[in-house]
């Protein structure tokens, strides 16, 4: 066991013993999100570096507190990347980590296409509550029998323990890229077209629609981004035209090196939409199945994942009409991040939806199976 990760096993370990809850952080591009953070720090930056790549079995495995810029420029290198698009959100000089990506579980712009993160994890090796060191899963994708704990990690938010290293599967860079603009579009036609679209053998990688209030006059605007081999592609781009045209859309093909830092903005969410208005209002993430129509809602929304993720800013006393809305269509709203104006207040309307009777137990007993000592039980997830 080398030093960094002996200092880590021996906190927790001391924690155990004395009742010390502990607060697990990489670089801190995720500290807005989620419950009000507690507990003392325990740092996992340390703990860093590639273990083992080899592109031609499209496995990386690294410790959790490499940085995620290091990760994704070793496999750019070899003309690989992740094909969940891991947002890294680091502003203020935050560098996103390898193990913070698993914990918070969040994807990109690629996810309704490409699977999301947890489909990517092989394996990964964890420190319970008890101090003890966990291996899950390995380097190849059938290596599970029964219960998939390496995957369970995903988006646990550090509440099962601390995440000392994982595999991932990673994928070829696809061979050909497309963007295409559809405007004058609303929202209840651009989500037809991509329900239509989603049931047919296209390339279809990732969509934005939203109301964008800088053009003049304001317009309805679809972006639909195509990936795949370059016959597939080029096949799909007059179809795709043909379907929005017919509804009257204006279809535009933009060049990728203009559209590539769109996608990456939408990732980060730097668009001119995820800038924080003001006053009361906080980002809420709104998580419904694939072919919801549009929704009866007051507030402008950005919507993305083929219609399964929708944003939209709105104040915290929203909470019980933006939950009570998802839930008849089978989904549920999250707090994404608090307003300017009261942000420790905002959060008391619960960051989450409120999760059932078995699911709430189900939750909890995993927890206490991790973590009998409560060492990680800051309450990250409103639990």
């Known amino acids: 066991m080398d030093s960094a990760l002996d200092s880590i096993v021996e906190r927790v370990r001391a924690a155990s013993r004395q009742h010390t809850l502990l607060r697990i952080r990489g670089g801190g591009s995720k500290?807005?999100?989620?419950?009000?953070?507690?507990?003392?720090?325990?740092?996992?930056?340390?703990?860093?570096?590639?273990?083992?790549?080899?592109p031609s079995e499209l496995v990386i495995t690294a410790r959790a507190g490499t940085p995620l810029a290091e990760l994704e420029t070793a496999l750019a290198e070899k003309g690989q990347y992740l094909p969940f698009e891991p947002p890294h959100f680091a502003a203020q000089g935050a560098s996103a980590t390898l193990g913070g990506m698993v914990a918070a579980g969040l994807n990109?712009?690629?996810?309704?296409?490409?699977?999301?993160?947890?489909?990517?994890?092989?394996?990964?090796?964890?420190?319970?509550?008890?101090?003890e060191l966990l291996r899950f899963g390995g380097q190849v994708m059938k290596n599970v029998a029964g219960y998939d704990v390496s995957r369970l990690l995903a988006g646990s938010w550090g509440t099962l323990g601390v995440i000392t290293e994982v595999s991932l599967k990673v994928?070829?860079?696809?061979l050909a890229e497309a963007t295409l603009q559809c405007t004058e579009i609303d929202q209840q036609s651009a989500l037809d077209l991509l329900h239509r679209w989603g049931g047919q053998p296209?390339?279809?990688?990732?969509?934005?629609?939203?109301?964008?209030?800088?053009?003049?006059?304001a317009?309805?605007?679809?972006?639909?981004?195509?990936?795949?081999?370059?016959?597939?592609?080029d096949?799909?781009?007059?179809?795709?035209?043909?379907?929005?045209?017919?509804?009257?859309?204006?279809?535009t093909q933009l060049d990728n090196t203009a559209a590539g830092p769109d996608w990456l903005a939408s990732r980060e969410q730097t668009l001119p939409f995820f800038t924080p208005p003001g006053g009361d209002l906080c980002l809420w993430r709104l998580s419904v199945p694939q072919t919801t129509p549009a929704?009866?809602?007051?507030?402008?929304?950005?919507?993305?994942?083929?219609?399964?993720?929708?944003?939209?800013?709105?104040?915290?006393?929203?909470?019980?009409?933006?939950?009570?809305?998802?839930?008849?269509v089978g989904g549920h709203a999250?707090?994404?991040?608090?307003?300017?104006?009261?942000?420790?207040?905002?959060?008391?309307?619960?960051?989450?939806?409120?999760?059932?009777?078995?699911?709430?137990?189900?939750?909890?007993?995993?927890?206490?199976?991790?973590?009998?000592?409560?060492?990680?039980a800051t309450g990250r997830l409103g639990i």
Do not use: M
């Open 171 to 174: 994928l070829p860079k696809p």
């Open 108 to 131: 990109g712009p690629a996810r309704a296409s490409a699977g999301a993160l947890r489909d990517y994890v092989l394996g990964a090796e964890l420190l319970n509550g008890r101090a």
């Open 295 to 328: 929704l009866a809602l007051p507030f402008a929304q950005y919507i993305e994942w083929q219609g399964a993720q929708r944003w939209l800013w709105a104040p915290a006393n929203a909470a019980t009409q933006l939950r009570e809305t998802t839930q008849r």
């Open 202 to 217: 296209l390339p279809l990688n990732a969509s934005a629609w939203l109301h964008d209030p800088s053009t003049q006059p």
């Open 334 to 376: 999250t707090l994404f991040r608090a307003s300017q104006q009261s942000p420790g207040s905002d959060k008391r309307v619960g960051v989450a939806t409120a999760l059932d009777t078995v699911q709430l137990r189900i939750q909890r007993e995993l927890q206490k199976q991790f973590d009998p000592y409560g060492v990680f």
């Open 219 to 233: 317009q309805d605007c679809l972006f639909v981004r195509l990936r795949g081999a370059v016959a597939a592609v």
């Open 31 to 54: 500290d807005f999100y989620g419950a009000p953070l507690k507990g003392t720090e325990l740092d996992t930056r340390e703990l860093a570096g590639i273990i083992s790549y080899e």
């Open 235 to 251: 096949a799909a781009i007059p179809r795709l035209r043909a379907d929005a045209q017919a509804l009257g859309a204006q279809v």
